[in-house]
């Protein structure tokens, strides 16, 4: 098991940019499949990104291709979300998850919460003018 604690969260206006981050503890961070979901005010949770478990694969939601880039650093045992040109849309709780296993890529696997175990506590992005 990892645990997760996410940071970086905040209030920023329309077309600002965020660094979220996710620590990791434990064992072997590095054999495990990271992904971001967030969930906005009166919505089911939802996927944003997925990150291989040596950072050299990458997919996203629709909703955040090419404004939102995951990466991570096995050395350190972070992974982090930059968000750039964030829009009202993009409010929600942000959360950090891990599988342990490399990435599945199969019936959208990687895009379903119930197929990971480890998960954070969250931090809120709310992007307002």
């Known amino acids: 098991q990892v645990q997760l604690v996410e940071s970086g969260g905040g209030l920023v206006q329309p077309g600002d940019s965020l660094v979220l981050s996710c620590a990791a503890s434990?064992?072997?961070?590095?054999?495990?499949?990271m992904a971001w979901f967030r969930q906005a005010p009166g919505k089911d949770r939802e996927f944003a990104a997925v990150i291989d478990t040596v950072g050299g694969t990458s997919y996203y939601a629709d909703s955040v291709k090419g404004r939102f880039v995951i990466s991570r650093d096995n050395v350190k045992k972070m992974m982090y979300l930059q968000m750039t040109n964030l829009k009202p849309e993009d409010t929600a709780v942000y959360y950090c998850?891990?599988?342990?296993?490399?990435?599945?890529?199969?019936?959208?696997?990687?895009?379903?919460?119930?197929?990971?175990?480890?998960w954070g506590q969250g931090t809120q992005v709310t992007v307002s003018s």
């Open positions: 434990g064992h072997s961070f590095s054999s495990y499949t």
């Open positions: 998850a891990a599988v342990r296993g490399t990435l599945y890529t199969g019936s959208s696997y990687y895009m379903k919460e119930t197929n990971y175990n480890n």
